[in-house]
């Protein structure tokens, strides 16, 4: 199969991801998130697929699995995975509206990652409609918290990853159009600091502040960061009152290192920090961890397969580790073959300039159904 031949349209693809973009889905807001859900459902359905809606936990959303027909449908196939929820709250879409502007269409999610998803989902279509079968059956899995590090999707994700023989996640592409072979460890952690009320205008003194106990960890926490291994804050809030000092005081912190062992080093660090003094409490609670996926042998002749479709597009993609976590870190790290980075180009992810290259939504669009018609 010739993925040249497919008729791929970047207008019309613009077109259709409008309506998935507009429908702004933040992981925190549950119906935002199946209201998304209801949206690519119906896409699937239309492109031929069959569905099947899996119920959300943990206050997150639901999930869905589109199985596309197949003569041998339980034989290991390809496992196309995505996940539809977005780190921009509902009320995004007045900063930043739908929009095309030359080559770049903005939009909130436009980018990480529902164009990807949207590729994914016209690879099959333009499939069934020129009558090619692949050799194996096509799944696609479409999940609801990746941006938290999928705690109530994690299992899923690896039951349906062991029953596949390939794993393919149309995430951003890399800067260059590169994809991603492996992907850095990458631990999240609960933060409380306790301090003492007191009124602060008439008694301050007779307090002790949680709030600036979580100041002091913040500093120490970030400044543990080496090339190893590295230590951010993201979230904090403390206080009820401007003139009470405050009593409690929480937030979030997450390390990232290339190699297991580093993160395990920081993991350790982070559950060993103390309050700075005997007047006050300072808790680390480990959150969701993605282990290490180092690129391995089934990984990289997967990749080598892509590289073959994109020469034949005209093209060539280079592979690299990367940074930012995925839920390719829990099947690459299973074993099993797993391509990630292979979603549109674009940048400004996570922030009011997220944008995509719309001319990328063909020629990745390609390189999907091309590895979709091919892989055995």
């Known amino acids: 199969m010739d993925p040249n031949a497919l008729p791929f349209e970047a207008d019309a693809m613009l077109a259709g991801l409008r309506s998935w973009v507009e429908c702004e889905s933040p992981t925190y807001d549950a119906a935002a998130v199946n209201r998304m859900m209801d949206i690519a459902c119906r896409d699937l359905v239309l492109a031929g697929a069959r569905i099947e809606r899996i119920a959300g936990r943990q206050g997150f959303g639901d999930c869905v699995r589109a199985s596309v027909p197949h003569a041998t449908p339980n034989v290991p196939g390809i496992l196309v995975m995505g996940h539809l929820d977005t780190v921009h709250p509902v009320g995004t879409l007045a900063a930043l509206p739908f929009r095309r502007d030359g080559n770049l269409a903005f939009g909130p999610g436009i980018l990480d990652m529902k164009a990807g998803n949207y590729i994914a989902l016209e690879a099959i279509r333009q499939l069934q409609r020129a009558g090619v079968h692949p050799d194996l059956p096509v799944t696609v899995l479409l999940t609801s918290d990746e941006e938290v590090g999928s705690p109530s999707t994690r299992d899923l994700i690896e039951a349906e990853a062991s029953r596949h023989a390939y794993v393919l996640i149309p995430e951003p592409a890399r800067p260059g159009g590169g994809v991603v072979t492996g992907r850095y460890a990458i ?78 080093r920081g993991v350790a660090a982070m559950l060993d920090l103390r309050p700075s003094s005997n007047e006050v409490q300072f808790k680390v609670t480990r959150g969701v961890t993605r282990p290490v996926w180092e690129p391995d042998a089934g990984g990289l002749a997967l990749y080598e397969a892509a590289r073959q479709v994109a020469r034949r597009l005209g093209a060539d993609i280079s592979a690299q580790s990367s940074g930012g976590g995925s839920d390719g870190n829990f099947t690459g790290a299973m074993g099993v073959p797993t391509l990630d980075g292979l979603g549109v180009a674009g940048a400004g992810a996570h922030t009011l300039n997220e944008h995509i290259e719309v001319d990328s939504l063909v020629y990745r669009g390609k390189l999907m159904a091309g590895l979709l018609a091919t892989l055995v």
Do not use: Y
């Not at 631990?187 to 106990?213: C, K, N, W």
């Not at 951010?232 to 009470?244: F, L, P, T």
């Open 187 to 264: 631990a999240r952690f609960d933060l409380e600091a306790t301090g003492r009320p007191s009124h602060a205008g008439s008694s301050p003194g007779a307090g002790r502040s949680a709030i600036r106990e979580m100041a002091r960890k913040l500093i120490e926490i970030e400044d543990m960061t080496t090339e190893s291994c590295t230590f951010s804050v993201g979230r904090i809030h403390g206080g009820q009152w401007v003139n009470c000092v405050s009593t409690t005081c929480t937030g979030e912190a997450l390390s990232m290192a290339k190699r297991q062992e580093d993160l395990d």
